[in-house]
């Protein structure tokens, strides 16, 4: 049985969903002006790993301490409807629709939330997602993380366990991804694939015969 891994942001997306999620908040008022700059800020740090991205996923978790995880994923369904949906790279979805029709197993592979994840494997009938999880106690945010992020070395924790349970060999395994932080994701699978790659995974991929899918 074969599996193939999908990375949400800049893959299957054509955008960053943290990027529109925070403006979403300070449309709502969530956010200031000062707090939607310094975000937008990490976010660009944490594409490009230059950033303590547990530190900050740690800070952001706990301001959510104390509110209804129900609340949340009604926000966010709601959200993912009108803002995240329209920007699905079609050619992306093609190639996961491919992988389906070839009787693959589809795995969401991402540092979002479950709240989303669980929206777009729905929409795409990815069997499967794999994602950062907050910590959760009677409904509510505990304002701590449940396990590790699942970015970079993270995402290999995920993988490499999710491989395990279902019996899958790695080696039958594809990643398709942008980022260089899921470096060593792309080397725990036999079939690494760099989509839209960013300048330092572009380079990688090229210097190693790596497939690289750019859709127009």
Request: glycine share 8%.
């Amino acid at each position: 049985m074969t599996v193939a891994f999908f990375d949400l942001d800049h893959t299957l997306l054509t955008v960053n969903s943290g990027n529109l999620w925070v403006r979403y908040q300070y449309r709502q008022g969530l956010l200031s002006k000062a707090d939607l700059v310094r975000t937008m800020g990490y976010l660009v740090g944490y594409r490009f790993a230059l950033v303590d991205v547990e530190r900050v996923a740690k800070v952001a978790v706990s301001r959510i301490r104390g509110q209804s995880e129900d609340a949340m994923r009604r926000d966010v369904h709601g959200w993912y409807e009108r803002e995240v949906r329209p920007h699905m790279d079609p050619e992306v979805v093609a190639v996961a629709r491919d992988h389906k029709a070839q009787g693959h197993k589809l795995v969401l592979l991402t540092a979002s939330s479950p709240y989303i994840s669980e929206k777009v494997c729905e929409e795409l009938a990815f069997d499967d997602f794999l994602c950062t999880r907050f910590g959760v106690e009677n409904g509510v945010f505990t304002g701590e993380l449940e396990g590790p992020m699942c970015y970079g070395p993270g995402k290999v924790v995920y993988g490499t366990r999710w491989l395990e349970r279902h019996g899958h060999d790695g080696e039958n395994a594809w990643f398709y991804t942008d980022s260089y932080t899921d470096l060593p994701m792309l080397l725990a699978v036999g079939h690494p694939v760099a989509v839209k790659p960013d300048p330092r995974l572009g380079r990688w991929a090229r210097q190693n015969n790596v497939p690289i899918l750019a859709p127009q």
